[in-house]
Nanobody, 121 residues
Framework: QVQLVESGGGLVQAGGSLRLSCAAS????????MSWHRQSPGKERDLVAA??????????NYADSVRGRFTISRDNVKNMVYLEMNGLKEEDTAMYYC????????????WGQGTQVTVSS
């Protein structure tokens, strides 16, 4: 069965770093665009970072709010996606979700359950 399992969240001081991981299984990982999204209470779930499939160049895209601080990467052998977060700010506090998307169908997508990131001042 399809699984996306996030890990690595936690409590960190402002200015600190965290590395989130997403373990994927049950589908053809290398065919999917992978991304990270975040959501705070009462707010929309927004894209943080995305990386295209190897066939589309493994191109990275970032929200303006995290560009230069966060880095997304993928390991197509281990079926893993990572989000390296540096220079964390209080406004980065959110539940972070991993998503897999088949760009050929748009409706072929999966969500993980999320991992909480809390940044303290």
């Amino acid at each position: 069965q399809v699984q996306l399992v996030e890990s690595g969240g936690g409590l960190v001081q402002a200015g600190g770093s965290l590395r989130l991981s997403c373990a994927a299984s049950g589908f053809n990982f290398s065919k999917y665009r992978m991304s990270w999204h975040r959501q705070s209470p009462g707010k929309e779930r927004d894209l943080v970072a995305a990386i295209s499939s190897p066939s589309f160049g493994s191109i990275e895209n970032y929200a303006d709010s995290v560009r230069g601080r966060f880095t997304i990467s993928r390991d197509n052998v281990k079926n893993m996606v990572y989000l390296e977060m540096n220079g964390l700010k209080e406004e980065d506090t959110a539940m972070y979700y991993c998503r897999a998307l088949d760009v050929n169908t748009a409706s072929g997508y999966y969500w993980g359950q999320g991992t909480q990131v809390t940044v303290s001042s």
